[in-house]
């Protein structure tokens, strides 16, 4: 299941940028983190394969959505011009954008890449 996230659970849950500049991941689990917009149509044709993935990875990596709209300051930490964008957040390293809908086996490319894990 994805979660939506608001700032604070953003700043508890995967990175606090008020208090540190450096990314320091605090998750438990590697991240995938779709911005989005309720009005943004490659966005809802994404979220279905995000629920897809969420259930095939279930335990194994966390997936949040942020609306856009609501949480524009997240959006402005993280420069985000287009929509939809995700962010992986790998446990060790540093976090990737990748932008667009992409397909359902790019993703899980991105994710077996970047976040180590596979299903």
């Not at 500049?21 to 009005?39: C, M, S, T, V």
């Not at 524009?72 to 962010?87: D, K, N, T, V, Y």
């Not at 790998?90 to 976090?95: H, I, R, S």
């Given at each position: 299941?994805?979660?939506?996230?608001?700032?604070?659970?953003?700043?508890?849950?995967?990175?606090?940028?008020?208090?540190?500049?450096?990314?320091?991941?605090?998750?438990?689990?590697?991240?995938?983190?779709?911005?989005y917009?309720?009005w943004?149509?490659?966005?809802?044709?994404?979220?279905?394969?995000?629920?897809?993935?969420?259930?095939?990875?279930?335990?194994?990596?966390?997936?949040?959505?942020i609306?856009?709209?609501?949480?524009?300051?997240?959006?402005?930490?993280?420069g985000?011009?287009?929509?939809?964008?995700?962010?992986?957040?790998?446990?060790?390293?540093?976090?990737?954008?990748a932008?667009?809908?992409?397909?359902?086996?790019?993703?899980?490319r991105i994710?077996?890449?970047?976040l180590?894990?596979?299903?």
């Amino acid at each position: 299941m994805t979660i939506n996230l608001t700032k604070e659970a953003f700043l508890e849950k995967v990175f606090n940028f008020e208090e540190s500049q450096e990314w320091k991941f605090k998750g438990n689990r590697p991240a995938l983190i779709d911005f989005y917009a309720d009005w943004c149509g490659p966005c809802k044709a994404l979220a279905p394969i995000l629920e897809i993935l969420s259930k095939d990875y279930d335990g194994k990596i966390d997936i949040y959505k942020i609306d856009t709209e609501a949480e524009q300051e997240l959006s402005a930490a993280f420069g985000i011009r287009s929509i939809p964008s995700m962010l992986f957040c790998p446990l060790e390293g540093q976090p990737q954008m990748a932008n667009g809908a992409l397909p359902r086996a790019e993703i899980e490319r991105i994710i077996a890449d970047v976040l180590k894990v596979t299903k």
